[in-house]
């Protein structure tokens, strides 16, 4: 005989309510080296996402499955200090969180006495000093790209910050980043740092496109910051210069507009619109907590 729960006194289970969300995570840029020498420029901060290729080249990450009435750590990665001082690369970025999704800060720039870049989401650009060159930093797999090492290929050059797309080049140039469409717009972010250049002339070895800063050039030229929220490598620098620093990360999600979401105190966002089903929040500085 069959007979029902709720006429024997027992409470009726309900399941959890759930949202599908896409997210984009992008750490903090790793800081350019000062230019003592020829400072090598930083690597952008990792770059994960389930709405695209994410960095490195890897696939599309899965979607997130999430409870409402839950609360979910948000973290925004800061951009690394370029360095001040000659024996000490560019500080790596800051890991920037999404729930269970961690990006690896962007690795720093390396120095003319510490040659070798530093690694990171992607890797820092080697330095240079009296002929000696040091090594790119590795990038982390699924999330960016080697930095290059500093070279004398068509003029000294301290080597690139890796991109998210791609690693840095031969020639002290930043890697280039990776375009989104996540917010509805086509926007390429986590560009590295460009190296310092060591001849005179006209012309600075540029960062890698979506906010990678770009590197000083014989003349006591410093290296320029990455870009803000967008992980971008800082420049390297070269005299008496300290390198750039790296750009702040990002965290941006997308999930049906039938929920709304509730941004924690300690951190600073946005959410747009409902535009075809859906709402995308950006978080562009701080730590807390976002729930639905």
Known sequence: MAFSLALLGASTYEAPVRLTVDFLVIAGGGGGSIGQGLGGGGGAGGYRT????????????????????????????????????????????????????????????????????????????????????????????????????????????????????????????GGDGLESTISGTATTRAGGGGGAHGTTGTGNNPGGSGGGGRGGRQGNQPGVAGSTNTGGGGGGSIGNNNGGNGGSGIVIIKYPDAFAITIGAGLTGDTSAASGGFKVTTLTAGTGNVSW
């Open 50 to 173: 389930s709405a695209g290729t994410s960095g490195g080249g890897a696939s599309a990450e899965s979607v997130l499955q999430l409870d409402v009435s839950t609360d979910y750590t948000v973290t925004i990665g800061g951009g690394g200090a370029g360095s001040s001082n000659n024996s000490q690369k560019g500080s790596n970025g800051v890991n920037s969180v999404f729930s269970t999704v961690t990006s690896t800060g962007g690795g720093g720039g390396g120095a003319p006495n510490d040659r070798n870049g530093a690694a990171g989401g992607s890797g820092g650009g080697g330095g240079e000093v009296g002929g000696s060159y040091g090594s790119g930093g590795s990038g982390t797999a699924n999330q960016g790209s080697d930095g290059a090492a500093a070279s004398a290929s068509d003029g000294v050059h301290a080597g690139g910050g890796g991109g998210a797309s791609v690693a840095a080049d031969s020639l002290g140039a």
